[in-house]
């Protein structure tokens, strides 16, 4: 099996508009008429005697999910053709011969996922492109499509987005609607997208949770954006660890400070912190009424435990009270953000 690498041709400037951002070696296979998959760094393109025959693409929702949306094939139907004749390369002639699917209803999903796919696979890259000869997709073809027909429709779907909105910070980081702002009526399918909007989501799992080719919402993501309704959502800032303890009469003794033989020996402890992180794999503040410490056993950071006092029936001093964790806790999980937020809510009944 051979491989051809050649280098992508140079990332676009932000505010440039390009037309030639485009794979030369894609042009070069077609010439050949070569069979195989051309790999590049946001997908896939599988070509049949040098034409398009299928495209992948980690940012585009696959046949599957477009044939699922549509109520045409369900998930268990999907399964059973990808078990039955992917090892044949057959999966597609299978749906169609066995009544699962018609070859009108295949061809137009088919043909949305791949145009859909290969408009992220012939987008700009920075990464080498590479060829393996003979290599197969276990779909087999469904419609071939011409190298000249998929590139003619990237660049037109790349002007499309750039007159819209030429801002495309969008496109792939996650959304957040515009703070307080109320939304004006939007059309039906910006509603649909503006709806799953939460922080967290991007355009390609927006597309994902409808069921529909990601440039679909692409383009009601750019026309929010032009709108003034969403925009990218700001990386999380990383946590810093919590200031020393500057309470007077708190301060730490010295590692290193000798102890006659009549001080009292106190257990190794480690040292405390406002907020204690939670287990690996959770979420949430730890256990305990302040922070993960146990009541009446709180220490501030950078201080031992208080001592027992010497004398009999003295009072021991009262315990430094610890800071509460910082809210809104950082998650990338709606669901555990959601949770908390209830939680409040019903400590403040």
């Given at each position: 099996?051979?491989?051809?690498?050649?280098?992508?041709?140079?990332?676009?400037?932000?505010?440039?508009?390009?037309?030639?951002?485009?794979?030369?070696?894609?042009?070069?296979?077609?010439?050949?008429?070569?069979?195989?998959?051309?790999?590049?760094?946001?997908?896939?393109?599988?070509?049949?005697?040098?034409?398009?025959?299928?495209?992948?693409?980690?940012?585009?929702?696959?046949?599957?999910?477009?044939?699922?949306?549509?109520?045409?094939?369900?998930?268990?139907?999907?399964?059973?053709?990808?078990?039955?004749?992917?090892?044949?390369?057959?999966?597609?002639?299978?749906?169609?011969?066995?009544?699962?699917?018609?070859?009108?209803?295949?061809?137009?999903?088919?043909?949305?996922?791949?145009?859909?796919?290969?408009?992220?696979?012939?987008?700009?890259?920075?990464?080498?492109?590479?060829?393996?000869?003979?290599?197969?997709?276990?779909?087999?073809?469904?419609?071939?499509?011409?190298?000249?027909?998929?590139?003619?429709?990237?660049?037109?779907?790349?002007?499309?987005?750039?007159?819209?909105?030429?801002?495309?910070?969008?496109?792939?980081?996650?959304?957040?609607?515009?703070?307080?702002?109320?939304?004006?009526?939007?059309?039906?399918?910006?509603?649909?997208?503006?709806?799953?909007?939460?922080?967290?989501?991007?355009?390609?799992?927006?597309?994902?949770?409808?069921?529909?080719?990601?440039?679909?919402?692409?383009?009601?993501?750019r026309r929010l954006a032009a709108?003034?309704?969403?925009?990218?959502?700001?990386?999380?800032?990383?946590?810093?660890?919590?200031?020393?303890?500057?309470?007077?009469?708190?301060?730490?003794?010295?590692?290193?400070?000798?102890?006659?033989?009549?001080?009292?020996?106190?257990?190794?402890?480690?040292?405390?912190?406002?907020?204690?992180?939670?287990?690996?794999?959770?979420?949430?503040?730890?256990?305990?009424?302040?922070?993960?410490?146990?009541?009446?056993?709180?220490?501030?950071?950078?201080?031992?435990?208080?001592?027992?006092?010497?004398?009999?029936?003295?009072?021991?001093?009262?315990?430094?009270?610890?800071?509460?964790?910082?809210?809104?806790?950082?998650?990338?999980?709606?669901?555990i953000a959601l949770l908390?937020?209830?939680?409040?809510?019903?400590?403040?009944?």
């Amino acid at each position: 099996m051979s491989v051809i690498t050649t280098s992508a041709p140079p990332l676009p400037v932000r505010g440039e508009h390009t037309r030639h951002a485009v794979s030369p070696m894609l042009h070069r296979l077609a010439a050949e008429r070569a069979t195989g998959v051309l790999l590049r760094e946001s997908g896939s393109l599988y070509l049949s005697d040098g034409e398009v025959v299928h495209a992948e693409s980690p940012r585009s929702p696959g046949l599957d999910v477009l044939l699922s949306a549509g109520g045409v094939l369900d998930t268990d139907g999907w399964r059973e053709a990808v078990d039955t004749a992917g090892a044949g390369l057959r999966v597609g002639r299978f749906l169609v011969d066995s009544g699962r699917v018609t070859k009108g209803a295949l061809e137009l999903c088919h043909a949305g996922a791949m145009f859909d796919a290969a408009y992220f696979v012939l987008g700009p890259s920075s990464a080498p492109a590479r060829f393996r000869y003979g290599a197969a997709h276990w779909l087999g073809p469904i419609r071939p499509v011409p190298v000249a027909t998929i590139t003619r429709e990237a660049l037109r779907r790349r002007d499309l987005l750039h007159r819209i909105w030429p801002d495309a910070a969008a496109d792939d980081a996650p959304l957040m609607r515009a703070v307080g702002l109320s939304s004006p009526p939007v059309p039906i399918r910006q509603g649909a997208v503006l709806d799953q909007i939460n922080g967290f989501r991007t355009a390609a799992d927006i597309s994902l949770t409808l069921g529909r080719p990601t440039f679909h919402t692409l383009v009601a993501v750019r026309r929010l954006a032009a709108a003034g309704l969403i925009s990218p959502a700001p990386p999380h800032p990383p946590r810093t660890p919590p200031a020393p303890d500057t309470t007077p009469g708190r301060t730490a003794p010295a590692p290193d400070t000798p102890q006659g033989p009549s001080a009292p020996t106190r257990a190794t402890v480690p040292y405390a912190t406002p907020y204690a992180a939670p287990h690996p794999g959770s979420y949430g503040a730890p256990d305990g009424p302040a922070g993960g410490s146990p009541a009446g056993t709180a220490t501030a950071p950078g201080t031992l435990p208080p001592e027992p006092a010497d004398v009999p029936g003295s009072t021991p001093p009262h315990p430094v009270p610890v800071p509460a964790p910082p809210w809104p806790l950082v998650t990338a999980d709606p669901d555990i953000a959601l949770l908390q937020r209830l939680r409040d809510a019903l400590e403040a009944l």
